[in-house]
């Protein structure tokens, strides 16, 4: 995977939240919420917390007294989910490569990772250093995608954009999309030492006020936007136009409602 896959940064941030954190990523964030429990004064560690859309829903629902860690590679995107908590909300956020953890053996009681597993260049790596920071029987709770034909709104948009594209298409899409063999999960589960793992197809409907503005985060609300403009063969605003009219004539306007399906997985140290 190329640096360019996982560079959230500039207007991307923004893009993402705003026009795909509510549609595709705020049901499963809230999913991922409830499924972590940890006792009073315990910790939790978020690894690749984007713009906080699942740091929120967590602090929101564990105790006060746990302990709120949340991390990503980005800064641009930390910055952006700082904005989300006041001064007083007890949250610690930190810059740091999922392959590297910054923190001591045995240090959390849960690791929560929401959409961020297919960006990791050393997947293995990277679940062994969760596996090293959790506590003894501590539980790993995270989500992939579906295979892409599972997520409609998003196959519209590879399949839109790439067709701009005769030489060298864009290739962003087939990264968050790339690892939903539940055989592969397994086995990186398994190298890392983890028991007890279990996985859910979980399917949700995306819902966007408009075609026009779900076409605007699925081109400008992730790094294929780098892609498009490194390539200069094309204009943004034609893109997203065809994105948004390929998305009307399937699933019509006003609101815009499409199928999306994930992997979520649950394993203890």
Not at 95 to 117: I, N, R, Y
Not at 215 to 230: H, T, W
Request: contains cysteine; glycine residues 6%.
């Amino acid at each position: 995977m190329s640096d360019q896959h996982a560079a959230f940064v500039g207007s991307i941030p923004e893009n993402y939240d705003r026009y795909l954190g509510p549609c595709l990523f705020e049901d499963y964030a809230t999913d991922i919420a409830n499924r972590v429990n940890v006792p009073d004064g315990g910790a939790v560690l978020e690894i690749a917390c984007g713009t906080g859309i699942v740091t929120r829903k967590l602090r929101d629902s564990l105790p006060e007294s746990v302990r709120l860690v949340a991390t990503d590679l980005n800064e641009a995107m930390i910055a952006y989910a700082k904005h989300k908590f006041q001064s007083s909300e007890q949250v610690e956020f930190k810059q740091a490569d999922a392959t590297e953890l910054p923190f001591a053996d045995s240090s959390f009681d849960a690791v929560v990772c929401q959409f961020g597993l297919m960006f990791f260049p050393d997947k293995d790596r990277a679940m062994r250093e969760v596996h090293r920071v959790l506590k003894p029987r501590g539980v790993y709770v995270f989500n992939v995608w579906d295979a892409i034909e599972e997520n409609e709104l998003p196959q519209i948009a590879n399949d839109t954009v790439r067709a701009f594209f005769e030489q060298d298409p864009p290739t962003f899409y087939q990264v968050p999309f790339g690892l939903h063999d539940k055989a592969v999960i397994q086995k990186l589960l398994d190298g890392a030492g983890f028991k007890d793992a279990e996985m859910f197809v979980l399917a949700k409907t995306c819902v966007s006020p408009s075609a026009t503005q779900i076409a605007k985060g699925l081109v400008e609300g992730n790094p294929v936007i780098v892609e498009i403009n490194q390539r200069a063969t094309s204009s943004v605003e034609a893109i997203e136009a065809a994105v948004a009219a390929a998305v009307t004539a399937r699933f019509g306007d006003n609101p815009v409602r499409g199928n999306l399906q994930a992997i979520v997985c649950t394993a203890r140290r």
